[in-house]
């Protein structure tokens, strides 16, 4: 996992005076003075009230089934209770590098796995204390903002509650992709099936069914705002409350039906749904160190300054683990490459995105057909054909919203080389395209070219160093940056 990056505050460009609070430099760099109101963190308490929520109605199911001495359902459900518990809280303290500080009570804490309400406690406190006194800026973080249409590099000043507040938000971006992908879509997948099982539902088992299903969907969420945000990290952008609803479906459905078909084919074969998970724990996790291998690359060594190469790589296992139980459930949105500083490809490739989802259509067939012809006597009084129907129909929603999403409402869909629409304009009209090579630059203007984003240069653009007086040089800035900010698109989540 790469170093914890810094995110500047998220402002709208129309509630900047440009007269007040900014200033134009000479080479057409506008810098922000004065800052604007500090956003609430909401997504730090939206990802502590769900482990709070998962973990308290998880404890009540866990005191029902020993009541009743359901030994399995038990200690299946401490297992993704308490897993993805200790995941977060050494993640929280490896983010926030705690172990090379004097914080004893916050080390305490978190072995309570209380470290998510401490942190949250924290960040609220930064937040209402922002502001109250001047403070010097620690950094500059420039973007590229959009308005009108129109393209303008700005720079704002970072001060110290910002600087913190976004550490927060990295890191709990993070815990609510560990809790959805390793304790509660496992969570979901088991009392869904304890359900069909025990052929009654429990009250507290619904209440822990919903919260987990909130949980993954806002996970999912979490993962495509950051590939955005990795991908696109020089620009300034802002997901409109449209395409938050179009995620929201999209990957809603794809996550329950995923889940509904493997807990159906489980009632009918249970022990062969062992193995199709394994397999595709197996294929996703070695993917990414076969391409590492194949690329003949070295491993990045921005994962942490003071891990040897053994503790490097299992660092990297571990994010690779991740990364393919995310895949097992709904697409991660982003690719590794252990030889870049990110670990992620930047690249948009659609080829990927098309595979994953054309053999997870077919798999869930597959899992469906299977369970239609072995099912229990469970579901005789249910219309099995109409019920896999809908599933297979619901995921085809959930297609459908995706690529809505990529070609409408995607923040950056101007800067693709390829759309949706130009996708499948191709594959319609392949059988003329031969006849058509020579006329190939005065295709028609797709629909992607109707975004709010204007194509802009792909060079990185370098933060300015806080010492360095000059003016900014737009014509020289493909070093490496200093810091890297990144936009809290989450928080209006």
Known sequence: MREVTMEEEEREISDID????????????????????????????????????????????????????????????????????????????????????????????????LGPPIRCFEALVVYFKAGKKEEPYVTISRKISLKKGQGTPMEWEIGQSERKLATHRNAFKRTAVIQAFLGSAPQLTLQLYATIQEKYLLPARFVLMIITLISITYGALVCSALAIQIRYDNYKVQLRPFAYLCMIVWRGLEIATRITALVLFSTALTHWVILVGMVNLLFFFFLPWVEFWVRKGSLTDDVEKNFSKLGTTVVLSMFTLLYACINIFCWSAVQLDFTHRELIERKQQWNRLAMYYTGRFVENFILMTLWYFFKSDFYEYVCAPLLAVQLLVCYSLALLFMLLFYQFCHPCRRLFKYNVHDCLHCVCCRPGRRGASGRRGKLPPSYSTAATMVLMPEEPLELLDPRNSQPLDLTSQLGERETAIVDDMMDAA
């Open 18 to 113: 440009p007269q007040e609070g900014s200033a134009v430099a000479e080479n057409g760099v506008m810098l922000v003075v004065n800052h604007s109101r500090i956003l609430p963190p909401f997504s730090v308490v939206l990802a502590t009230v769900l482990y709070c929520a998962e973990f308290v109605t998880a404890a009540v199911l866990c005191s029902m089934y020993h009541k009743t001495d359901d030994v399995i359902w038990l200690s299946l459900t401490i297992a993704f209770m308490l897993l993805p518990a200790l995941l977060i809280q050494l993640a929280l303290t490896f983010i926030h590098r705690d172990l090379g500080r004097d914080r004893p009570l916050v080390l305490f804490l978190h072995l309570l796995l």
